[in-house]
T-cell receptor, first 110, second 115 residues
């Protein structure tokens, strides 16, 4: 079993929809929780990171961490066609090693 | 500010041939990572450098893979000999610190095809 499991998708939603992307993890040593966005034939780019349980909001994006359940989520409100990409969750332990999920591919249809 | 630069962007070789990838991190970033990304999967760490020291190479297949980061700036990842299963995207990333939240900035990757 992988340390980080991500809902595989793919997801296809209409423009304006609310999107929920989810990951679970098994390693309690993970300290930091991140979401990356990866466009086709590009490297991943950091969207958001969180440290503690709870919610963190940035514009249309909300990252949620529940350490007790070992579950993290990314919500996208008012989704746009430009949000179409692969979203990767990633988690880092206190030694600085990051483990990535396998990604969820999102398509937002105009 | 220039991002992480990788070259070549694409490489096609026959199996058993050697191949090398080059990475120039963001200026001032001490930490450099090489990842392998297979189609439909997330990046998997191959090696992490702090300056010129490899601090985590536990996932690097040392029988055929090697890496170096001379002078703590640019890095080269080499495969010799390449196998069919090495076909993947090789990503380089850099960050300014480690051991805590460290935003990793990724290059565009080198897409390797082994025939």
């Amino acid at each position: 079993q992988k340390e980080v499991e991500q809902d595989p998708g793919p997801l296809s939603v209409p423009e304006g929809a609310i999107v929920s992307l989810n990951c679970t993890y098994s390693n309690s040593a993970f300290q930091y929780f991140m979401w990356y966005r990866q466009y086709s034939r590009k490297g991943p780019e950091l969207l958001m990171y969180t440290y503690s349980s709870g919610n963190k909001e940035d514009g249309r994006f909300t990252a949620q961490v529940d350490k007790s359940s070992k579950y993290i989520s990314l919500f996208i409100r008012d989704s746009q066609p430009s949000d179409s990409a692969t979203y990767l969750c990633a988690m880092t332990n206190n030694a600085g090693k990051s483990t990535f999920g396998d990604g969820t591919t999102l398509t937002v249809k105009p | 500010e220039a991002g992480v630069v990788q070259s070549p962007r694409y490489k096609i070789i026959e199996k058993k041939q050697p191949v090398a990838f080059w990475c120039n991190p963001i200026s001032g970033h001490n930490t450099l990572y090489w990842y392998l990304q297979n189609l439909g999967q997330g990046p998997e760490l191959l090696i992490r450098y702090e300056n010129e020291e490899a601090v985590d190479d536990s996932q690097l297949p040392k029988d055929r893979f090697s890496a170096e980061r001379l002078k703590g700036v640019d890095s080269t990842l080499k495969i010799q000999p390449a196998e069919l299963g090495d076909s993947a995207v090789y990503l380089c990333a850099s960050s300014s610190r480690t051991g805590e939240h460290n935003e990793q900035f990724f290059g565009p990757g080198t897409r390797l095809t082994v025939l």
